[in-house]
């Protein structure tokens, strides 16, 4: 499983995105990015989010887990 936390785009916002492919987490990111944040997703955003896409096991989602904004 793979995750994406929205702390990790510099949003004080708890929302994580989770699932197997990088598909399904840029499918729940685009509406929690309209609909919580008013952004608009763009290429350069999916691509900022696909670089903070980590495994669950991951060293970096263990800091994901522990940082604050």
Do not use: W, Y
């Not at 987490?25 to 919580?36: C, E, F, N, S, T």
């Amino acid at each position: 499983m793979k995750d994406m936390h929205c702390r990790d785009a510099g949003m004080d916002c708890d929302f994580i995105a989770k699932g197997n492919t990088t598909k399904e987490i840029l499918d729940q990111v685009g509406p929690h990015a309209q609909k919580a944040h008013g952004m608009t997703v763009t290429p350069e955003l999916a691509k900022k989010v696909e670089s903070l896409i980590h495994d669950e096991n991951s060293e970096a989602h263990r800091r994901s887990m522990t940082q604050k904004v």
